[in-house]
């Protein structure tokens, strides 16, 4: 469960002990430079997930739920 404030209001969190990261995988035909390059693509992310809410805010990026 990643640490959000919102969740932070019902949930009581402990200090973090590992980082999660996000990683994008593509074809390797695929130019991805910037963000706004994966905003032209379509992205399958876990529904409510903060995968969801990040890539969700990405300049158009459509996703997939």
């Not at 994008?24 to 992310?45: F, M, Q, R, T």
Request: without cysteine; positive net charge; proline residues 5%.
């Amino acid at each position: 469960m990643a640490m959000t404030p919102e969740r932070a209001k019902s949930v009581q969190y402990s200090k973090p002990y590992i980082a999660n990261k996000i990683s994008v995988l593509a074809e390797k035909n695929l130019s991805i430079k910037s963000e706004a390059d994966v905003g032209k693509l379509s992205v399958g992310v876990p529904k409510a997930s903060i995968q969801d809410n990040l890539v969700s805010k990405i300049a158009g990026a459509k996703v997939l739920r």
